[in-house]
Nanobody, 125 residues
Framework: QVQLVESGGGSVQAGGSLRLSCAASGRTFSLYDMGWFRQAPGKEREFVLTIRWSTGSTAYADSVKGRFTISRDLAKNTVYLQMNSLKPEDTAIYYC??????????????????WGQGTQVTVSS
């Protein structure tokens, strides 16, 4: 079973930056995708971006392209979400998620079956 623990959320003014971390344990992650999703108040959870552990390939939602970056540290089994040029509409609970990547297209946003507890990001105008 995969365990995911997020950290790094907080409050920031518009235009600022935050970095979220997701520490993963419980598996060898070479055949996994690690993604970030977010859920704003009153809205459904949405895909933000993902990284394929084995290759480092990434996929991003259009709303965050050019502002957010995902990366991984193989030695630490940790995935990072660097968020720059934050906007008030980025305010949400951010969740780290994992799925087995075998046979799954990276741009497919479904199939994530392990989730972290979430971390709050608040961007004020």
């Amino acid at each position: 079973q995969v365990q995911l623990v997020e950290s790094g959320g907080g409050s920031v003014q518009a235009g600022g930056s935050l970095r979220l971390s997701c520490a993963a344990s419980g598996r060898t992650f070479s055949l996994y995708d690690m993604g970030w999703f977010r859920q704003a108040p009153g809205k459904e959870r949405e895909f933000v971006l993902t990284i394929r552990w084995s290759t480092g390939s990434t996929a991003y939602a259009d709303s965050v392209k050019g502002r957010f970056t995902i990366s991984r540290d193989l030695a630490k089994n940790t995935v990072y979400l660097q968020m720059n040029s934050l906007k008030p509409e980025d305010t949400a609970i951010y969740y780290c998620a994992a799925r087995r990547s075998l046979g799954v297209a990276l741009l497919n946003t479904l199939g994530y079956d392990s989730w972290g507890q979430g971390t709050q990001v608040t961007v004020s105008s």
